[in-house]
Nanobody, 120 residues
Framework: QVQVQESGGGLVQAGGSLRLSCTAS????????MSWYRQVPGQERELVAR????????????YIANSVRGRFTIASDNAKNTTYLQMDSLKPEDTAVYSC?????????WGRGTQVTVSS
């Protein structure tokens, strides 16, 4: 079983920054990928970023969405099973619930999500 915990959301003014953290714990021998998604009520969930250099195997590779490229960066700390989403130059349209998905043990495990609100 894998547990996933996100943190770092909050309220910020447009142009500001936030850093989200996602930590996986439990009986994990290998993590293949850690991904950040976001969702606004009434809209489809959007893949924001993915990191795959976690010691596992993931065919798809790293990813960063065009909508956030140049403003968001994703990094990982393999020793801590943690990934970070650094969000700079935030815009009101970045407002969403951000969730972390951990691909491991043949499945994907999710945290509860963290709210990010960007005021104009």
């Amino acid at each position: 079983q894998v547990q996933v915990q996100e943190s770092g959301g909050g309220l910020v003014q447009a142009g500001g920054s936030l850093r989200l953290s996602c930590t996986a714990s439990g009986r994990i021998s290998r993590i293949d990928a850690m991904s950040w998604y976001r969702q606004v009520p009434g809209q489809e969930r959007e893949l924001v970023a993915r990191v795959t250099n976690l010691g596992g195997v993931y065919v798809g590779g790293d990813y960063i969405a065009n909508s956030v490229r140049g403003r968001f960066t994703i990094a990982s700390d393999n020793a801590k099973n943690t990934t970070y989403l650094q969000m700079d130059s935030l815009k009101p349209e970045d407002t969403a619930v951000y969730s972390c998905g951990v691909s491991a043990l043949g499945g994907t495990y999710w945290g509860r999500g963290t709210q990010v609100t960007v005021s104009s």
